[in-house]
């Protein structure tokens, strides 16, 4: 075309826009508007172009026509426009235009600006104002659009719009009065550039398509939004791993991503949104790290990852909440969320330390592959992780330590839904202000942190109100030392296994409710592992029953069941009707009200089994069959089989050991023990170990139906005080010497009884050879008070003879103790004293019946001639007797004595000191023994 038909088809082309002007109406290029495409804009002839020159001329000129509207349809503008610096009053709007060349609107002043359907090469408006919006609806954009630091009194709008790879939008800085549009199908394959942007309404991205191989898609660092901004359904890629950057951005209404697609970062670092941010049933990729990094982000609102119309959130990397600040609460549910490897080699899904949640935290029925840290979390009300499932197993399946929450923390059943964890459960020094369930759960602990595997690590855990891990299944230790727990601590059910570490390690906590190990719903407790309660304080009652214990080897190489040394129960301490292999350590422990161990088995047969030393109860202590069912048939019998030590335990009421203890060969040492009530030792089967009561003390014994051991030396009577023999216990003293029998070391024999005498019994006696009467005396002093004088006599009397076997044959000591039983019973018998008496009067009576003159003569032989009526006649057994008898006078000695002149005289001479002597010894024998004074029980 030549250059003058050129001129003259753009000057048709002038008249047609000058007379659209001035009619208002718009400028239509095209033939047949609703069949025209853009697509074969190069086929349109020189009457559908316009020169770009014209169009600048059309726009700054005219000054009677400024304000009027232009409207170009289905025109091709070639050239470029340039209206750097220009001011344009009137309204612009292009449909279905194409532009050749990029608009150039720098530092313009423009009014409202629109292209529809229109292929735009690019828009350059840095600093321009648009007094009005600027609209590109459904427009193909091939080249940036700059709007760096321009101002748009009301809206931009690029709904429908694509914008291909060299389509960068630059609008840092921009001031918007209105909104922003990337929605409804909006496309860009290039990075959208909003930092530092200022948009007083919103950012409406619905169902838009953000893409950039380069570097992120979407930039609002440090952007000002009066309004809301959201993305609802859009769709983030970036290959470079930011998909969209928001920050220090500031939004004072919601954000959201609601069932958006994101392959990358979110990064909303240091933003704040003044009301929610929603990702509900959105799906966020980025392998390498993060895919939403809220680091030090403050909400106003709720953050929500929810399902949205059958849409669950699926997460693939981490999600960082690093010091972030939520003013409501933090809901995921239902969704699916894998870890990436961030911060640091070991995969994260939740990076929260530091996180602020005003409300509720929620994970229910979620499931996190990777570790979810949340130490040092404040949290105002509930923590609920009802039905999720958490796995890491090589650490933390959840970190909370130093985490404050203000109300409940849930892991109980959620719609079917029971908590799988896998990993280690982190809790340590947390608050807790409510409750703490664990409820139905299956937790599997790592080596987390320590070599052996630990379900949940909650070291100085403090929880205000109960804490359950009811019917909870554990494969791990659970690690509770120093916790403190305000109300119940409930183990109902639980399954708890581990290997070489405690089950449960309670070492120093503190309850304020009981502690309950019962069953739960027809589910009992078996433990694999040791109970530790190491100087832990429960305030109320401990309670374990139908469970089975099994012991582990710890505390060491000795398996133990339940390691509860300086255990504090403010009410009783229930061990009934369970299994228990290994040890029940009860050292130094203190136990206000009852022990109760009936119809439980406490199986350690090669050592110490039940240890309760030094141990305080203040009620009774009962190891006895347990009939709590009423049924005959269900009634179970307790047994500790392996030793068992209550050495110096002090028990306020009774003791109660009713068919119960079985022993083995194992020692069981009841020394020192103090019981304020009765001891009761009824239907005992006695083992082979040795059974000692040295220096027990208590009110009533009772060992009705006791078997004691026939074997000398398997009892230790040695200090054994008690006041009275109660119930059923015998009070036979053939009984009651077989029993004093069992305390008696094995007698010497009679080789080793001469060596005593020879050797004066110097370094061959043991002190637990000798012989101790205590028991003796004790038993002798109960009886009589019972009234069973004769039963206490004839123990009294087999102390002497029990003592003989120990005593050197032909020693001093050895003849006495046969002396005095022989003469008086050792007191006990007086009778034999008189009897004795009475022999030897008769003695005497023989040895001085002889009738020769010569034997006896009168003492005064002148007063006899003188007085022979009146001197008292001589009679033997009178003189017998009163020689013999030292406390009575019956005139015969007095004036009869032998006659030593003749040999018969001489001999009764000699005999008469002898008689003396023997009636001295008798008499008072007799009379020492009539008055007790010779006994010393």
Not at 25 to 41: G, L, M, Q, R, V
Not at 49 to 56: E, G, K, M
Not at 616 to 640: E, M, W
Not at 740 to 764: D, G, H, I, V, Y
């Amino acid at each position: 075309m030549s250059s003058s038909d050129e001129q003259d088809s753009q000057e048709r082309v002038k008249q047609k826009l000058l007379e659209a002007l001035k009619h208002r109406t718009a400028c239509n290029f095209s033939p047949d508007i609703n069949a025209d495409t853009i697509e074969k804009s190069s086929e349109w002839d020189s009457q559908r172009t316009v020169d770009a020159r014209l169009l600048r001329d059309i726009l700054l000129e005219g000054a009677d026509l400024a304000n009027q509207p232009l409207e170009i349809l289905g025109a091709r503008i070639s050239g470029r426009v340039d209206l750097r610096a220009a001011s344009v009053t009137r309204p612009i709007s292009f449909v279905k235009c194409v532009f050749s060349h990029a608009l150039d609107c720098t530092d313009a002043r423009m009014s409202s600006t629109s292209f529809r359907e229109c292929n735009v090469v690019g828009i350059n408006a840095r600093y321009a104002e648009f007094d009005g919006s600027l609209l590109m609806r459904e427009c193909q954009l091939d080249g940036p659009l700059d709007l760096s630091s321009a101002s748009v009194s009301r809206d931009i709008d690029l709904r429908r719009s694509k914008l291909s790879a060299n389509s960068r939008i630059l609008a840092d800085r921009v001031n918007v009065g209105g909104s922003i549009y990337l929605r409804d199908g909006f496309t860009s394959n290039a990075q959208i550039s909003l930092e530092g942007a200022q948009i007083a309404s919103a950012i409406d991205g619905i169902e838009g398509i953000f893409r950039n191989d380069d570097g992120p898609a979407l930039r609002l660092n440090a952007a000002k939004i009066g309004g809301f901004c959201t993305f609802a359904r859009a769709k983030f890629e970036a290959k470079m791993g930011l998909a969209c950057t928001a920050e220090g951005a500031q939004i004072e209404g919601f954000l959201s991503f609601d069932r958006a697609t994101v392959d990358g970062t979110l990064l909303l670092r240091s933003a704040m949104i003044g009301a929610n941010l929603n990702l509900s049933g959105s799906s966020l990729s980025n392998s390498n790290g993060p895919v939403i990094n809220l680091e030090r982000v403050k909400i106003g609102g709720d953050l929500l990852m929810l399902p949205t119309d059958q849409t669950r959130n699926t997460v693939q990397g981490s999600i960082v909440l690093w010091n972030a600040s939520i003013g409501g609460a933090f809901q995921i549910r239902e969704a699916s969320i894998n870890a990436a490897n961030f911060p640091a080699a070991e995969p994260a899904a939740i990076v929260a330390d530091g996180m602020q949640v005003g409300g509720f935290v929620s994970f229910e029925r979620t499931t996190i592959e990777g570790a979810s840290l949340l130490r040092n979390v404040i949290i105002g009300a509930n923590f609920n992780l009802g039905g999720a499932s958490l796995s890491n197993s090589n650490g933390p399946a959840i970190n909370l330590a130093r985490a404050k929450i203000g109300g409940d923390f849930f892991m109980t059943p959620s719609e079917g839904t029971r908590n799988a964890i896998t990993g280690t459960i982190v809790l340590w020094n947390a608050s807790i202000g409510g409750a703490l369930q664990i409820r139905d759960a299956s937790v599997k602990g790592a080596n987390f942190p320590m070599p052996g595997p630990v379900a949940i690590a909650a070291d100085g855990l403090r929880v205000a109100g109960a804490l359950s891990f009811e019917r909870a299944r554990v494969e791990g230790t659970l690690m509770l030392r120093n916790a403190t727990i305000g109300a119940n601590l409930n183990l109902s059910g639980a399954v708890l296994t581990t290997v070489n570490l405690p089950a449960l390690n309670l070492e120093r906590a503190k309850v304020g409710g009981d502690f309950f190990m019962i069953p739960s719903e027809g589910t009992r407790n078996a433990i694999t592992g040791t109970i530790v309660l190491w100087n832990a304080s429960v305030g109320g009652a401990l309670q374990i029953r139908d469970a089975s214990v099994k012991g582990a080897n710890f505390p060491s190489a000795a398996p133990a069941a339940i390691a509860a040394d300086g255990v504090q129960v403010g009410d009783f301490l229930l061990l009934v009707r369970s299994q228990v292999t290994g040890p029940v350590l009860l050292k130094d422990a203190q136990i206000r009200r009852s022990v109760n161990l009936s119809g439980s088995t406490i199986d350690n047969p090669t050592a110490i089994a039940l240890d309760l030393e030094r141990s305080k109860i203040g009620g009774d202590l009962f190891i006895r069959p347990d009939r709590s069912t009423g049924a005959s048939s269900d009634v179970r019998c307790a047994q500790v089989n392996g030793g068992v030590i209550m050495t110096a335990t002090a028990v306020a009421g009774s003791v109660h050991i009713n068919e119960a203890l079985q022993s083995g060969n194992q020692a069981l040492s009841f020394n020192r023990l103090a019981v304020s009530g009765a001891f009761v030792l009824e239907n005992f089967q006695c083992g082979e170990g040795k059974f000692s009561l040295s220096n027990a003390k208590v009110l009533a014994f009772n060992d009705g139906g006791t078997d004691w051991p026939g074997r000398p030396g398997a009892l230790s009577l040695n200090g054994f005080e008690y006041s009275l023999l109660s119930g059923n216990a015998p009070t036979k003293w053939r009984k009651r010497l077989a029993w004093l029998r069992c305390s008696e070391p094995k007698a010497p024999t009679w080789q080793r009884r001469l060596r005593w005498l020879f050797r004066f019994r110097n370094a061959e006696t043991k002190a637990e050879d000798e012989f101790n009467p205590q028991p003796f005396m004790t038993l002798v002093a109960v009886l009589r008070r019972a009234g069973y004088d004769r039963d206490a006599r004839m123990i009294a009397i087999h102390r002497h003879r029990e003592a003989r076997k120990f005593l050197g044959l032909g020693s001093p000591s050895w003849l006495g103790n046969i002396l005095m039983e022989v003469a008086c019973g050792h007191g006990y018998r007086p009778w034999l004293a008189a009897l004795w008496i009475a022999v030897f009067v008769g003695f005497g009576a023989w040895m001085f019946d002889l009738t020769a003159d010569d034997l006896i003569r009168s003492k005064d032989s002148t007063a006899f001639q003188d007085s022979q009526k009146t001197y008292p006649p001589f009679d033997k057994i009178l003189y017998s007797a009163d020689v013999l008898l030292p406390i009575v006078n019956l005139q015969q000695k007095d004036y009869w004595t032998p006659n030593s002149k003749t040999n018969p005289g001489k001999f009764a001479r000699y005999y008469l000191p002898i008689h003396i002597l023997v009636g001295w010894f008798f008499t008072t024998l007799f009379v020492v023994g009539v008055t007790g004074l010779i006994r010393r029980e």
